[in-house]
Structure formats: structure tokens, C-alpha cells
């Protein structure tokens, strides 16, 4: 399984972004899909996470009301939109899918927000 991500940038604060990733391989199966971000200098927390049908949807208090996670099953993609961004969300975004007990990571994508 390989992760595509795209769609970082610059923003000034009050922005938005919308992050995408595209999965391919042979995942034959159902999988959840999601974000973290790494900071510089911090660990990588999370961000969101989406079941397999979409009906559930898991945010970090952080992001919550400003950041909406979707997916698009048919073309095995997960969107982020990112509204009202904050200085303070400026990091390495990575996608993540979780398949049959091992969690499979794309390349990152970095996301800046100038005050």
C-alpha cells in the first residue's frame, strides 16, 4: 500500500487549506484512514481519523470545529479541509491507513500559517 499526499502550502492565519490522499495498492479490505502532524521540535500527535464507511469521525480537541476529514472509498482518497488556521497548526501533515493491524504512512505534506 503507497499514500499519496498533497494540497499543503502557505496560509496566512484565518486561511484555509485542503489536504488530500490517495491511496493505491492491494488493500482488498476495509481500512481506516486519517492525519497527524509533527511540529518542528515536537512529536507527531494527531489530527483526524475516518472509518471505512465514513460514519465515523475522530478529531483532536485542537482542530475540532475547524477541521472536517472525509473520504471518498470509490478513488481510495481522504480529504482534509482546514478552516480558521492557526499559527499554532503550522507542521508536516502525514496520512496514515490502518489495514489488518499495520498502519501505512504517506511521504508528508507541509502546512505553514503566518500570523
Known amino acids: 500500500v503507497q499514500l499519496q499526499a498533497s494540497g499543503g502550502g502557505s496560509v496566512q492565519a484565518g486561511g484555509s487549506l485542503r489536504l488530500s490522499c490517495a491511496a493505491s495498492g492491494r488493500t482488498f479490505s476495509s481500512y481506516a484512514m486519517g492525519w497527524f502532524r509533527q511540529a518542528p521540535g515536537k512529536e507527531r500527535e494527531f489530527v483526524a481519523a475516518i472509518s471505512w464507511s465514513g460514519g465515523s469521525t475522530f478529531y483532536a480537541d485542537s482542530v475540532k470545529g475547524r477541521f472536517t476529514i472525509s473520504r471518498d472509498n470509490a478513488n481510495d482518497t481522504v480529504s482534509l479541509q482546514m478552516n480558521s488556521l492557526k499559527p499554532e497548526d503550522t507542521a508536516v501533515y502525514y496520512c496514515?491507513?490502518?489495514?489488518?493491524?499495520?498502519?501505512?504512512w504517506g511521504q508528508g505534506t507541509q502546512v505553514t500559517v503566518s500570523s
Open positions: 496514515y491507513l490502518y489495514l489488518r493491524g499495520k498502519t501505512y
